[in-house]
C-alpha cells in the first residue's frame, strides 16, 4: 500500500515568521512531487512541483526533495495570514494524476 | 476564461437515490479525473480517463459509474450502492502529455446524503 503521510497539526505561526511543512512517502519509485494548497471549502491549487533532489524556490515557496530519505517539505517564508489553508502534499511514479498518491494534508494557520 | 465547471455544488440525496455530478472543461485537456475527499483523508481516486469513450476504475469506483462521451465531459454518478456517500467531489483534468503533472480542479461538489 502506498502512503503518503503528513502531520495534520494545526500548525500554527505568527505572521512574518517561516512556516515548515512535512510529507514523507512510501514508494521509493516515486518520481515527481507537488504541493497544493487548499482553502477551506474549495479546491485545491497547485503551489510547487519538483522532480530532482534539492531545492526549488518560488518566490515566498521553496519546496525541498530527499529521495533518499523519503521526504519533501514545504518551506513558506514571511508567512501571511492569507497563507493560512491545509497543504496537500501529493508524489507520484509520473506526471499521470491516476499514479498520484495525495497526503491528508496539514492545516496551516498564520496569526496576525 | 478556461477552466473546469463543476455541478452542482451542493447536493443533498435521499438514501436509495442515484445522483449524477456534472464535470466539463473547456481547457482542451484529454484526461479527467474524479477524486473524492474526506475529512482528514487525502484525496482518493474513482475513476479517470484519458480518451473520449475509454476510463478506468481508480481505487475506490465501488458504487460509482461515469461515462466520456465527449472530450469536454465526465459526469460521475453516485448510485445506491455507495454505502457512504457523503464526500466533497472534485473533478480534475491534465493535458494528454508533456506536461509538468499539475492538475486543474474544478470547484468541487458537496454531496450530503440524508
Known amino acids: 500500500q502506498k502512503e503518503v503521510e503528513q502531520n495534520s497539526g494545526p500548525l500554527s505561526v505568527p505572521e512574518g515568521a517561516i512556516a515548515s511543512l512535512n510529507c514523507t512517502y512510501s514508494?521509493?519509485?516515486?518520481?515527481?512531487f507537488f504541493w497544493y494548497r487548499q482553502y477551506s471549502g474549495k479546491s485545491p491549487e497547485l503551489i510547487m512541483f519538483?522532480?530532482?533532489?534539492g531545492d526549488k524556490e518560488d518566490g515566498r515557496f521553496t519546496a525541498q526533495l530527499n529521495k533518499a530519505s523519503q521526504y519533501v517539505s514545504l518551506l513558506i517564508r514571511d508567512s501571511q495570514p492569507s497563507d493560512s489553508a491545509t497543504y496537500l502534499c501529493?508524489?507520484?511514479?509520473?506526471?499521470?494524476?491516476?499514479?498520484?498518491?495525495f497526503g491528508p494534508g496539514t492545516r496551516l494557520s498564520v496569526l496576525p | 476564461d478556461g477552466g473546469i465547471t463543476q455541478s452542482p455544488k451542493y447536493l443533498f440525496r435521499k438514501e436509495g437515490q442515484n445522483v449524477t455530478l456534472s464535470c466539463e472543461q473547456n481547457?482542451?485537456?484529454?484526461?479527467m479525473y474524479w477524486y473524492r475527499q474526506d475529512p482528514g483523508q487525502g484525496l482518493r481516486l474513482i475513476y479517470y480517463?484519458?480518451?473520449?469513450?475509454?476510463?478506468q476504475k481508480g481505487d475506490i469506483a465501488e458504487g460509482y459509474s461515469v461515462s466520456r462521451e465527449k472530450k469536454e465531459s465526465f459526469p460521475l454518478t453516485v448510485t445506491s450502492a455507495q454505502k457512504n456517500p457523503t464526500a466533497f467531489y472534485l473533478c480534475a483534468s491534465q493535458p494528454g502529455a508533456l506536461h509538468t503533472g499539475e492538475l486543474f480542479f474544478g470547484e468541487g461538489s458537496r454531496l450530503t446524503v440524508l
Open positions: 514508494d521509493r519509485g516515486s518520481q515527481s
Open positions: 480517463s484519458q480518451i473520449v469513450n475509454d476510463f
Open positions: 519538483i522532480y530532482s533532489n
Open positions: 481547457l482542451n485537456h484529454d484526461a
Open positions: 501529493a508524489v507520484g511514479l509520473d506526471n499521470y494524476g491516476q499514479n498520484f498518491v
